[in-house]
């Protein structure tokens, strides 16, 4: 059984078959699905939906492209849903210096503030981390996030990079990327990286795994991250996939 660690099934891209899209998934082995709300709009219907299937949960955050528009009621309201049964990590949270959206200082602000309210809620955080290696690792260094942990979300930095963060005590996630042929990168760090420190997820509907790229991503497809990273490491998809699904478990601490 599979455990797909970060998607967006409240996406509008899923609004006309969302239904059908989670019984592919369901039927392609994935028995718990993690969503992600990042901002005003994503966050009450990801809660929506863990409210609605038992084997969904919910993360929630404001993601860096966003910081510009997060008000101090804004935390708060994270705040108050980290004492719901079913969010189980704070994020997506982290800095994105692609998109010129939010300000470096004001995302490295909001940044701060989630990982301290991380630490005041004892839960794992998982990150967003786009062309801000650097900064992202110096910020989880002095805010002491490897007191709660978490997630490198759809990892895609360098070996030395992911070694820092996995001294930080933070899982890496592959998704989609780590599956196209031109990956040399990801399928590197994802070979040294410890078994029991590897997560799969799909960010569905971004960043579709070969053979579906530039299409829409669905959770059913992480099974294609499953089957890819048992290649790289030499393991049988099952053995990943029960590898992977206690590691989330654990991270997430999902009973």
């Known amino acids: 059984m ?5 998607t967006h099934l409240d996406s509008y891209k899923f609004d006309e078959d969302r239904a059908e899209v989670i019984e592919r998934a369901r039927a392609a082995g994935v028995e718990t699905l ?7 709009e994503t966050i009450p219907s990801t809660m929506a939906l863990a409210e609605q299937h038992e084997f969904i949960y ?11 528009d997060m008000r101090p009621e804004d935390l708060d309201w994270i705040a108050s849903l980290c004492d719901h049964k079913k969010v189980v990590a704070i994020g997506e949270i ?17 940044f701060r503030e989630q990982i301290r309210l991380a630490l005041d809620k004892r839960m794992p955080i998982v990150i967003h981390n786009r062309d801000a290696h650097e900064d992202v690792v110096h910020i989880l260094k002095e805010e002491n996030a490897k007191a709660v942990g978490g997630v490198m979300h759809c990892f895609s930095g360098s070996w030395e990079t992911a070694k820092q963060c996995l001294d930080m005590n933070f899982y890496i996630s592959f998704g989609g990327p780590v599956t196209f042929q031109n990956a040399r990168v990801p399928k590197e760090v994802l070979r040294q990286v410890p ?56 991270c997430f601490n999902i009973s």
């Open 195 to 250: 078994l029991d420190r590897i997560l799969i997820e799909t960010d569905s509907p971004y960043l579709a795994p070969h053979p579906y790229r530039g299409k829409r991503n669905e959770s059913a497809y992480v099974r294609l991250v499953a089957e890819t990273a048992a290649e790289i490491t030499g393991k049988t998809v099952e053995e990943i996939a029960k590898i992977t699904s206690e590691n989330a478990k654990k």
């Open 58 to 68: 919910a993360v929630v955050g404001w993601h860096p492209v966003d910081s510009i």
């Open 94 to 110: 982290g800095l994105d210096y692609h998109w010129d959206t939010s300000p470096k200082d004001v995302q490295q602000r909001v």
């Open 34 to 40: 993690i969503n992600v709300g990042f901002n005003r």
């Open 2 to 6: 599979l455990i797909d660690t970060h």
